[in-house]
Each structure stands twice: as C-alpha cells, then as structure tokens.
C-alpha cells in the first residue's frame, strides 16, 4: 500500500496558514525517488503475471488512451482545417506522432504524481499506484514513446510540427504538473497544452502557423476551462487532501466564473472563422446553436454551483467539443493558400498570352 508521508504529501492548511507558508517543491523529486526505489519494487511487481494483453491495457492506461483520443481528434481537425488538407501519409503520421508524444506527457504526468495519485478516489487504481509496472519499466515507456513520437513528426511531417509535440511533453510535465501543487495559474498553462494539438495539426498541413491555426488553439484553449473547472468541483475534496492548489479549492467562486466567462469567449472565435473564409457563414449560426448549450451549462454552473450542475456542465462540454470540431469540417470551404491562387493566376494569364 501507498502511504502519504510529510514528504510526499501537504496536508491541508487553514487559509491563515496559507498565508505564512509556501509550498515547496521539487518536481523531479517525486521522479527519482519512484526510480530508485523500483529494485525494491521489482519483486513483488514480477511475482505478478503480466501477459502481453495485460500490459497492452498497462500501456493504455498510462497512456491515457480516453484522453489522447480526445486530443488526437483535435490535431486531425486542425489538419483538416488547413488548406489544402490532401496527403494522407502526412496525416496519419501526424497523428501517429501526435500520439505518441501525449502518451509519454501522461506516462510521465503518473510518475510525478503516484503518490498523490494514491490520496484520491479518483486515481488511486492507476497502474503505478498499484505497482503493476515499475517505475523504471514506466520511464523506459515514457522515454521511448517520446522520442519516437518527435521523430516522427520531424523525419515525416516536418520540424515545426516536432518542436510543438516537444514543447507539449515539456510544458505538461516540467510546468504544469509541479505547478498543481503551487499555483491556481496552473489551470492557465495546462489548457495551452491542450491548444497546442490542433496547431500541431495546421503545421503539419502547412508547415506554418497562420491565423487559423491561432484561432483554433484559441478555441480548444477557451473551450478548456468549463470543461476541467466542471470536472475539478467533484473532485475538489480530493485535490485539497492531496494538497492540491486548484483554482477550485483556493476560489471556488472564481473557478465558475472563469467557467462562464470562456463559454462567452467562444462565440467571437467561432464568427472568426468564417470572417477570415476558413468557413461559410453556415457556422456562425451552428456555432452559435452549439455555443449556447454550453453557455447555459456553464451560466447554471456559475448561479448555483453544485454537483449536479458541475456534471451537467462537464458532460455538456464532452459533447460539445466534437460537435463543434465536425461543424466546422462540414462548413470549410475549398480554400488554398495565397501563393497557390496566386501561381494559377500566372498560368491563366500566360496561356491567355499565348492564346494571343
């Protein structure tokens, strides 16, 4: 069994003593210990039957497999968005590597975090906190699933696209996930992670990081904060025995307004795809249709915060995102980049020419 100990572990404060202490933490700490102590663990892991569609379901939940498939699908959706969106080769290894660069951000996110993991109801049946891996076994996992993953979108995609699935893994694990336990801003720098995706997408299409694919970032990143600050107050007693510092124990009040107030950012962001010709007008009006229903979850959320309208809000947002993400596929006209109009442009006028 997984104990909490004065060194892995805050216990929680009154807000007077808050105000006295800051947390202290080494974020690599938690890591290391996990390593070291993995000889000692060896044992009792491999007394453990581990046949290969058990580690298969290992590997799975490390991975996070609900969780990158949610942002699987927003990278295919940014690739689809991008002009020109034709090379099925460049798309599957984009979301090959893609995919591989989650896994090894969430293989890494367990490892920093198992012992905090073992406190909440919610993780407490991770694979690492039931040591049906060592922490070593896992760390080879994470390493190889990164290195892999960013290989394949710098030798099949292209470098620009290898550098965000990069900056991804390190932002996820060396800033955000140590930051939990230090500051609600935390919350901030983890839905930059989950905007990066889409833009990955639009890169690996284009080579490029043009308005549309700022604007889609933009979306996934607003669409972030009802959807996480719904599912943080169910687990708000967690978070605050785990020593956690969410925006939903320090400011549970802020953490509903900020929910609202990215519902209301969602609307101007969708009029600006089909401002700038990504979409026909038709998505304004569906947008809107779609925007409101998470809005409204969102404004009950934020008049009455309680577990009901939390789940409301939270499952509302799951069907939200992918909703949204077809509609806007379903609008998107057949537009190219400026340097291709602009090449047909030169052969009309040289045959128009030579005509005469």
């Not at 800051?22 to 044992?43: A, E, G, Q």
Request: with cysteine.
């Amino acid at each position: 069994d997984v104990t909490a100990t004065a060194a892995t572990a805050h216990p929680v404060h009154n807000e007077s003593n808050d105000n006295n202490k800051k947390p202290v933490i080494n974020f690599t700490s938690n890591v290391h210990r996990l390593v070291s102590d993995s000889n000692s663990n060896i044992t009792q892991i491999s007394s453990q039957t581990l046949t290969f569609s058990k580690l298969i379901r290992t590997y799975r939940d490390l991975a996070k497999a609900r969780l990158a498939a949610l942002v699987i699908l927003t990278t295919m959706c940014g690739y689809a968005m991008a002009p020109m969106a034709t090379d099925l080769t460049c798309l599957f290894a984009t979301t090959a590597g893609t995919g591989l660069c989650i896994a090894s951000a969430n293989t890494f996110n367990q490892l920093m975090e198992s012992s905090y993991d073992a406190q909440m109801s919610r993780t407490r049946n991770r694979v690492l906190v039931r040591k049906v891996i060592s922490p070593l076994h896992a760390t080879s996992f994470g390493t190889i699933t990164g290195i892999t993953g960013v290989g394949i979108l710098s030798t099949m995609v292209n470098p620009l696209t290898a550098i965000l699935g990069l900056s991804n893994i390190l932002l996820y694990t060396c800033i955000y996930t140590p930051m939990k336990r230090v500051s609600i801003v935390n919350t901030w720098v983890g839905s930059v992670v989950g905007a990066i995706p889409p833009m990955m997408g639009w890169a690996a299409c284009t080579n490029s990081l043009d308005l549309g694919a700022w604007i889609l970032g933009s979306i996934l990143y607003a669409w972030q904060f009802p959807h996480f600050n719904a599912l943080a107050w169910n687990m708000r007693n967690d978070y605050a025995k785990a020593g956690y510092r969410m925006m939903v124990v320090k400011n549970p009040s802020l953490n509903s307004r900020v929910s609202l107030r990215y519902s209301l950012l969602l609307f101007p962001l969708s009029y600006i795809i089909p401002y700038i010709g990504m979409t026909s007008w038709w998505f304004a009006l569906d947008s809107t249709i779609i925007n409101s229903g998470l809005l409204w979850g969102a404004f009950r959320f934020w008049r009455n915060s309680n577990d009901k309208t939390a789940r409301d809000l939270f499952f509302g947002s799951l069907v939200h995102l992918p909703v949204i993400l077809a509609l806007m596929m379903a609008h998107k006209k057949n537009w190219r980049t400026m340097d291709d109009q602009n090449d047909d442009l030169e052969i009309n006028s040289l045959e128009i020419d030579s005509e005469i």
